[in-house]
């Protein structure tokens, strides 16, 4: 490849036009992204909630089999196909109008990635020790309420690098947004290539920003990491002395 | 029934699918009092502890504490649960919390939820009030501010680790603590909770002999101060020193019930002789 093919590609790009363009498109590309793993890690907790529920009454049972079909079915089917389906066929039918297919393309997200967050999930809960919960509930304190305050904050330091692969997965899925008439960063990417008649530089470029994002998804969820292991380790302890000792 | 008597079990069976772990269990605990069950493994002795706070479900039977039968599935167990502390084996702290967190959250949580009832309540009296004659107002119930409830409860767990000797530990995790130290902090979010009854299911069995000693004495100053205790363990030197009552739990019955000096000079059950001639 050839100089001039990149200088035609950074010329393009830098036009106020396509500047907006792919900026806009990687704006798409990450809201998508993180606005779905938002909805998919609320919805996939819900979803892993009820499968270990302890408490298996009629209710909790069909909400289990329930649970149980939406994940077989959003892990049944690839991405593409949900978002066709959702765009082309489930909105038609229910005759709404002017749907921003931007917001299909999250509630698809977000619910594909709630099947995949609740098998996570669920591990995740099942990895704390049975002995919490049994403390928590001898203290009289409800199932609920112990859940909360000690089993799924503990669960979710577990879990903290499975569901960044989830997120990062996520972010790489957008180009299949291209399907639903989304201008992600892939699209933008590559109708700017259509523009100069050459695929080759926008393709090559398009690989180094996602790993980009990528890198700094990793790097954030380091961070997180880090942060959440305090309880594991003595040096986190002297932060807090601070924080109580005012009271 | 003696008035003194705080934990009545009346004929508690307990099965796992077809195993049936306890047959039929009668016992009375008043209060005060410190009772030892021993037995040999998988005789059902921790599987009876743990039906008494129903962290396991009794299959039949009663278990009356202050007069309320807990066995009963209506009953909101976990109001009761409140009243009785129990400590585990395997210590159980909450790891995400750190040591004051362990033992102000229980007490917190149900206090400030109390308030948040009382303030409700407040709300609709206002609203009753507003159709009252001058007279007939109905007062507003007196709502303590949770600053008030943080700070009582946070000096109260700072009184009880002092108790123990380790209110240098309040603000670490968990995960420092050696075994021992575990166990007492165990102890003291039980004791932050002003129980009527302890049950501790093998509270020894996980430590390190060296750490068996700091957490047996705290039990005996317990027992001293009269706090009513049923433990399940392995201790035969605690149940004798200690108990005023010693059990011999085996085959998912009592094969044995007497004051230690007896139990253990001058046992009759075979089963139990056998026992104790093994363990002693």
């Known amino acids: ?247 | 029934m003696n008035n003194n008597v705080i934990l009545s079990v009346k004929n508690l069976t307990k099965s796992f699918g077809n195993v049936q772990v306890l047959k039929g269990i009668d016992l009375d605990v008043s209060k005060g009092e410190v009772i030892a069950i021993i037995g040999p493994s998988g005789c059902g002795k921790s599987t009876f502890l743990r039906c008494l706070n129903c962290m396991e479900d009794p299959t039949s039977g009663s278990i009356f504490f202050d007069d309320v039968d807990i066995a009963d599935v209506k009953v909101d167990i976990n109001v009761h649960r409140r009243h009785i502390g129990m400590i585990f084996q395997q210590f159980n702290l909450f790891n995400n919390k750190t040591v004051l967190e362990n033992i102000t959250l229980a007490p917190l949580y149900i206090k400030t939820k109390e308030e948040r009832k009382k303030k409700l309540t407040n709300f609709f009296i206002r609203v009753t009030n507003l159709f009252k004659s001058k007279g007939s107002k109905k007062e507003l119930l007196n709502v303590i501010p949770k600053k008030k409830i943080v700070a009582e409860e946070t000096q109260k767990a700072m009184d009880l680790l002092k108790k123990v000797g380790l209110e240098d530990k309040a603000n670490v995790y968990p995960s420092t603590l050696s075994g021992g130290q575990k166990q007492r902090i165990a102890i003291v979010r039980a004791l932050a909770m002003d129980p009527q009854v302890m049950l501790f299911d093998e509270p020894t069995s996980a430590l390190d002999p060296e750490m068996v000693g700091e957490v047996l004495d705290l039990m005996k100053n317990l027992a001293d101060d009269g706090m009513t205790m049923v433990v399940v363990t392995h201790e035969m030197g605690f149940a004798r020193e200690v108990a005023s009552r010693v059990l011999f739990i085996d085959e998912g019955v009592i094969k044995e019930e007497n004051a230690p000096k007896e139990f253990f000079g001058n046992p009759k059950n075979e089963r139990l002789k056998e026992f104790l001639s093994k363990v002693l």
């Open chain 1, 1 to 247: 490849m050839s100089i001039e093919q990149w200088e035609v590609f950074f010329k393009t790009l830098s036009t106020p036009f396509y500047k907006e363009f792919v900026l806009r498109g990687l704006f798409i590309t990450l809201k998508i992204a993180v606005l779905g793993f938002i909805l998919g890690v609320f919805l996939g907790t819900i979803l892993a909630l009820i499968q270990v529920a302890y408490n298996k009454n009629v209710i909790v049972k069909i909400l289990d089999k329930v649970c149980k079909a939406y994940v077989a079915l959003f892990r049944g089917t690839p991405m593409v196909v949900q978002l066709l389906l959702a765009y082309y066929v489930l909105l038609p039918l229910m005759s709404i109008g002017n749907v921003n297919s931007e917001t299909v393309g999250i509630i698809v997200f977000g619910m594909n990635s709630a099947a995949y967050v609740s098998e996570i999930m669920r591990g995740g809960i099942n990895s704390v020790d049975s002995g919490q919960l049994e403390a928590g509930r001898a203290l009289g304190l409800g199932y609920t309420i112990t859940m909360i305050k000690i089993v799924i904050p503990q669960a979710f330091k577990n879990i903290l690098p499975t569901l960044g692969n989830e997120l990062i997965t996520l972010v790489k899925e957008t180009s299949v947004l291209s399907f639903i008439v989304v201008s992600d960063l892939y699209t933008s990417l590559k109708t700017l290539g259509k523009e100069i008649y050459n695929l080759k530089p926008p393709y090559i470029f398009m690989a180094v920003i996602y790993i980009i994002i990528v890198l700094i998804i990793t790097l954030i969820i380091r961070a997180v990491e880090k942060a959440l292991a305090k309880s594991d380790k003595k040096s986190g302890a002297t932060a807090k002395i601070k924080a109580v000792k005012k009271v």
